[in-house]
């Protein structure tokens, strides 16, 4: 059974701040997924990452698979209250294309 | 994006009846929809993996009597909770593989609640 480890489970932080949001595995997975969710909605897809060290930047979110593909981490610069919401990462591998969830990170920013 | 729909939003419904929940891809071909339960601020719990044409693979732990599922064509897959109960009442969220694609596209969740 692949698991992901999310990591921090909450955060609340004041507008302006920085922040981290990490995903680790044991499991190698094919590719990594980042979604926000606001409450009542389904999430909603953000990034996907491939290829090992891959970075990616979604304006002020910068996300990074790591080189063995087992990890992942999503980096918020000059957080705002919009940022709001839960983030989960989701990893994919096996047959079926099933993704395995995080825990997810309920992210605050106050104004 | 692949749009992913999914109705009722929000029901409500009588404990001992049964609630049919759909999730259609709009534009797109679905091979394979996933079907998922999530509980306030938690993650999402995958329930069943469904293929268009085959029976549903249930994750262990899910009842297949109770959450029946259908996936009838490549746009449509249906969640039927039989016989619900309070302890059934959760937000279940729905999600979509395109055809030769690996992302996902999640519906928008429906909230059930049973009384």
């Known amino acids: 059974t692949q698991l992901l480890e999310q990591s921090p489970q909450f955060l609340s932080i004041q507008e302006g701040e920085n922040l981290t949001v990490y995903c680790n595995s044991s499991s190698v997975f094919s590719s990594l997924q980042w979604y926000r969710q606001e409450p009542g909605e389904g999430p909603v897809l953000l990034v996907t990452v491939v290829t090992g060290g891959e970075v990616k930047k979604l304006k002020r979110l910068t996300f990074q698979f790591g080189d063995a593909r087992k990890d992942s981490s999503l980096h918020i610069t000059a957080a705002q209250p919009g940022d709001t919401g839960l983030y989960l990462c989701?990893?994919?591998?096996?047959?079926?294309?099933?993704?395995?969830f995080g825990k997810g990170t309920l992210l605050t920013v106050n104004p | 994006g692949a749009v992913v729909s999914q109705h009722p939003s929000r029901v409500i419904c009588k404990s001992g009846t049964s609630v049919k929940i759909e999730c259609r891809s709009l534009?797109?071909?679905?091979?394979?929809m996933f079907w998922y339960r999530q509980f306030p601020k938690q993650s999402l719990m995958l329930m069943a993996t469904?293929?268009?044409?085959?029976?549903?693979?249930?994750e262990q732990g899910v009842e297949k009597d109770k959450f029946l599922i259908n996936h009838a064509s490549l746009t449509l897959s249906t969640l039927t909770v039989t016989s619900a109960h309070p302890e059934d009442s959760s937000f279940y969220i729905c999600s979509a593989r395109r055809v030769m694609n690996t992302e996902a596209f999640f519906g928008q969740g429906t909230r059930l609640t049973v009384v």
């Open positions: 989701a990893g994919q591998g096996g047959s079926n294309y099933k993704l395995t």
């Open positions: 534009d797109f071909q679905a091979t394979t």
């Open positions: 469904s293929n268009e044409g085959s029976k549903a693979t249930y």
